[in-house]
């Protein structure tokens, strides 16, 4: 069953069209990617399911209701983790939680047992009573995160939930991220510009660039389109000689051979059990094998295909060092 | 039920607002302390009579005398009015204190007194004027003022006209004699020419602070409903904080309705600490029925919060609401009769302080502060304060839902 439908959604904004005719299914329970660099337009396809804005165009349906139509219905549904932290500083968590249970009509007994089993889940129980604003920027997203839980919505909304955060609160997020779901059952679409993330969390990934989706896949068929079934493997063989070179490169699955450095090989081959037979012409000349790395594609050589443009560039032009630092480590978290 | 939960979430949207105040300190502070700077500051910068004193000022007497014909020993002597003028500045100066006298041969010494500092105004008695005086005609004094001090020159014609009055008495006296041949040393009483008093509507005195009291309760009001509305929506759109409360199954009407309460409490303190300073430091005495205060300050509130929400949904920004918070603001403040009073305004200007809605409020409020008013004597304000916030808030509500969701 589908729990969001998307169908040629498009925004325009005097003249600029930030997203253009979308479209998706998002399946019940699952953890849909919207993947791209800044400026491709995933928030605004986000701002416009959460009907913070109206779409230009097209239609879209999230838990069974209409965007415009029953914006109000869509509303009672859902919960959002915004770019931005969605909460008060000069409040203590239990008070930023309790206006939200408030604002979606918990009763207080409800609401009090509710938020406390809230913070046990993300083991913040003794911070209840503490200012928000004296949090670390990990703890305000996990409060930020149960905050947007707090009426048990089916479907969870999250805008680049990890952005400047350091590398162990982002661990910790997605962490929560994918407890929520597989505990809870929550519909999560997820936007994102980490690559990795999108990777780790995401049943299926939309690639979103220009205000298109570029392509939507699996994270593994998406990888497929960039390597056509071929596989990369570096070695590094010390002793590495002209005669295993030349036998390497005479091999029916070996599709190409480069040389790097002295020592270094990659190979491209095709097909089942190349491994072994490479490992057999190697041994045969008496090499050494002293590592061997099997280079599979990443999302970012997906994009890369897709687009022919890096994503980290598109980044870069948007964002201020210290904040494109944190990205840059965060994305590099494994 | 719908509208319980739009008076239950707004309920909660206000508390919020009023928790996230209080916890500031520095905002708490400056909640009382504008006031207080603002009822001492208006205190100093628009001075009262009393607080000029020891204004360097010259007086060049170029008056030639009244020349009087005695027939019986074919003698003539001369009166010079200007002496008793000068006296009754004298004495008048020694009790106020406000001017330091010289004298001064003319206008072209005033002048170049004036542009070297050396005095703040001068006083010119022409040649006539003992003979103008006395022949009936209107005896004029010139006074020469230094420019960048209006206030000083408003007082010197304040001061110049009761010793001119005076003087008034000293003719009236000269024409007795002359007319039934009596001695002024024989004269017990006379009757002026003229006699101008003073009288006010109410018992007690009234200063500068009772006049601008109501006027600054209902500027504040203004201020907090129009700046602080729309800086408290476009802050949280700006934060991101907005979106957590759009996204919630909620009316939009709650929003306003949280935001237009909190605001409102943080005006009626503020107002209210007004009233303790002008009551308390500054010697106002309250004379109207505090409950029609209430009210009328409560109606005020009403007849903003549209304008308020207004500049809300033209702002996508909070620059941009400061921005405009501030061009309507100035003229407001300074249009509508706070400070100053309206009829002092040239008339374009009065023209267009009819228009603004402050106007009525302090007006509405000032009579029933400072003459004791009732509901009769301040219908007309009353129903222009209503009409404006109701036209406004039809506009403003759909206006705003609208430009929630763009």
Known sequence: MNEIEVRNLTKKFNGFTAVDHISFDVKKGAIFGLLGPNGAGKSTTMRMLCTLTKPTEGSAKVAGYDIVSEDAKVRDHIG????????????????NLKLYGKLYNLPDDKLEKRVDKLLKYVRMEKWKNARVGTFSTGMKQKINVIRAMIHEPEILFLDEPTLGLDPQSTVEIRELIRRINLELGTTMILTTHIMVEADMLCNRIGIIDKGRIVAL?????????VSGGVQTMEFEIPNLSSEMLSEIKGMSSVVSVVQEKDTHLKVRTRGENTFDALLEVIRKHGGKIRTVRNLEPTLEDVFIHLTGREMREETASKNSAGRRHRRFMSGRVR | MKLKNVISHSFWICWKDLVEFSRSKMRVIMLVLMPLFMMSMVGFIFPSNNTISNQPVAIANMDTGY?????????????????????????VNNQTGMMKLSSAKDFEEIKARIQNSELSAGIIIPENFSTNLMQGKQGYVQIVTDQSNPQLSATMQILLDKTINAIGTQVAMYNLNKTYNISFNYTIAYVKPYNVEYRGIVEGNTNYFQFVAPGIIALTLMMSVMTGLPHAISYERDVGTLDGMLIAPISRLSIILGKVLAQTIRGLIQAAIIFALAVFLFGVTIQGNILLAIALILLTVYSFVGLGILITSFSDREE?????????????????????????????????????????????????????????AIWFELTVLLAFGTVLLAIAVPVFKKAMTR
């Open chain 1, 80 to 95: 959002l983790v915004a770019e931005k932290l969605i909460m008060y500083n000069e409040l203590t968590a239990w008070e």
């Open chain 1, 217 to 225: 896949d699996t994270s593994p068929n998406l990888k497929k389109l």
């Open chain 2, 67 to 91: 020349e009087v014909h005695n027939p019986v020993n074919n003698t003539s002597t001369h009166i010079y009015m200007s002496q008793t003028l000068i006296s009754q500045i004298e004495y």
């Open chain 2, 320 to 376: 941009t609401a400061t921005m405009v918070m501030m061009t309507l603001m100035f003229p407001m403040m300074f249009l509508s009769g706070v400070f100053f009073p309206i009829q002092q305004m040239p008339d374009y200007m009065q023209v267009v302080a009819k228009f603004l809605p402050l106007t009525y409020a302090t007006t509405a409020l000032r009579k029933v502060m400072v003459l004791g008013a009732d509901v009769s």
